[in-house]
Nanobody
Framework: QAQLVESGGGLVHSGGSLRLSCKAS????????MSWYRQAPGNERELVAS???????LFADSAKGRFTISRDNAKNTMYLQMNSLKPEDTAVYYC??????????????WGQGTQVTVSS
């Protein structure tokens, strides 16, 4: 089973930038889509952005034009570059990855989350 470790969260002023990383390790046969979700206090977890193994991307409306998602398949790592951050971007950001086993069985792993706080 694979594991995910997120990093890069922190405290930033409004208008600032942060770069989140999510690295997969462990027993990995194949990685399909990788995604970033976030959850603010009192809110449901929501999709921020996702990227397929071939590089296709999808963004929430709130992230379009400000966030960029990318991945380095050789390093099993996904990145989320967040620019022009707003206080409403404050949340715990989670990495979610869709894996395939050698028997072509899919399974999903979530990271532990990294806190992003944007001050006004």
């Amino acid at each position: 089973q694979a594991q995910l470790v997120e990093s890069g969260g922190g405290l930033v002023h409004s208008g600032g930038s942060l770069r989140l990383s999510c690295k997969a390790s462990g027993s990995i046969f194949s990685i399909k889509a990788m995604s970033w979700y976030r959850q603010a206090p009192g809110n449901e977890r929501e999709l921020v952005a996702s990227i397929t193994s071939s590089g296709g991307t999808l963004f929430a409306d709130s992230a379009k034009g400000r966030f960029t998602i990318s991945r380095d398949n050789a390093k099993n790592t996904m990145y989320l570059q967040m620019n022009s951050l707003k206080p409403e971007d404050t949340a715990v950001y989670y990495c979610k990855t869709d894996f395939l086993t050698g028997d072509n069985a899919p399974y999903i792993v979530w990271g532990q989350g990294t806190q992003v706080t944007v001050s006004s």
